[in-house]
């Protein structure tokens, strides 16, 4: 993302953590099997292939949860004072980048999860700002507080 001249940055949104916690919740409950595995294993090998076994399971289930989370949280949205810019790491080494130019916006949509967006911890949802431009939408998935992001980008655009 390069800023254009005179461009500043008002505010970046990153997606919200509960999404996220969830993610690892799974990646933590996959790894057991292997746990339990080795566990069973205990008695037919030795102390020191077991011991090195349960670190290169350990080493792996981190590399997983380091990847996770450097993808989840280089994702963003950033609002300046003439665009708004989604920035999508896909992996680590693919990255999709949309910007909408305050011209170019013509409708924001929001999604969230009901009764549950009362609650702070779970008050995440999706944007989607549509545009007249070629591409169309974007959509930032697992946004904090959406419908304070869509006032904040009608406050900016507005002023």
Do not use: C
Request: no cysteine; charged share 20%; hydrophobic share 50%.
């Amino acid at each position: 993302m390069h800023l254009r001249e005179g461009e500043r940055i008002l505010k970046v949104f990153h997606h919200h953590i509960t999404p996220f916690v969830g993610q690892v919740l799974i990646a933590i409950v996959s790894t057991l099997p292997f746990y339990l595995l080795l566990f069973a294993l205990q008695g037919s090998v030795s102390g020191l292939a077991y011991f090195i076994s349960h670190i290169i399971v350990f080493l792996i289930f981190a590399l997983m949860i380091s990847y996770m989370t450097l993808v989840f949280w280089l994702d963003r949205l950033v609002v300046t004072n003439m665009r708004v810019i989604y920035i999508n790491w896909k992996t680590l080494t693919i990255r999709e980048e949309a910007e909408a130019f305050w011209e170019e916006i013509q409708d924001i949509h929001t999604k969230e999860k009901g009764v549950f967006s009362y609650f702070k911890f779970l008050d995440y949802g999706m944007i989607a700002i549509q545009t007249a431009a070629t591409f169309g939408r974007i959509e930032f998935d697992y946004a904090p507080d959406p419908e304070g992001i869509r006032q904040f980008i009608f406050h900016v655009r507005n002023q």
